[in-house]
């Protein structure tokens, strides 16, 4: 099955999911890390800083597998593909701070999708394997979310 702009893509890592928006012609909006500010030892790294970038699927894939995965379509709307591929695009370009926690690549992409931020990756961890959620992180994202309400 081949994605449909406003698509989540759900790439399969070693240790975690990466996530990413398909914006159509082949290329994807993600964010990913470039630097660390803060950590609590050499293997947790919690706070970081980040970058979204618009590249092609197959490139940010790599021979990692891959599904689109627009799961909480049952739980929120998701907006009209064109505002969710404006808005990704919007963020090209931008450095930002990211939690991996809070603000990871998922919560990032659902962002997108459903004006809504949320991570089922995160929320499916304890909270000792929390801290080693490799996904990337933005800021908070919010929009008006009263455009986006939850599925009754």
């Keep these: 099955v081949l994605p449909q702009r406003g698509d989540l893509i759900e790439i399969f890592r070693d240790s975690y999911q990466h996530w990413a928006v398909y914006v159509g012609d082949g290329s994807v909006v ?37 599904q689109i995965n627009n799961s909480l379509d049952s739980t929120y709307r998701p907006r009209p593909a064109d505002v969710i591929v404006t808005e990704a695009r919007s963020w090209v370009g931008r450095t930002i701070t990211y939690h991996s926690i809070r603000r990871n690549c998922e919560h990032f992409a659902t962002e997108q999708r459903y004006g809504v931020s949320a991570s089922q990756q995160v929320g499916a961890f304890p909270a000792h394997y929390q801290k080693i959620n490799a996904c990337f992180t933005s800021r908070h994202l919010s929009k008006n979310k009263s455009d986006h309400p939850r599925l009754s």
């Design 30 to 66: 993600h964010l990913f890390i470039l630097h660390v500010f803060a950590g609590f030892n050499s293997i947790t790294v919690i706070t970081q800083r980040g970058a979204v970038r618009e590249e092609t699927l197959r490139a940010v894939v790599g021979n990692d597998q891959w």
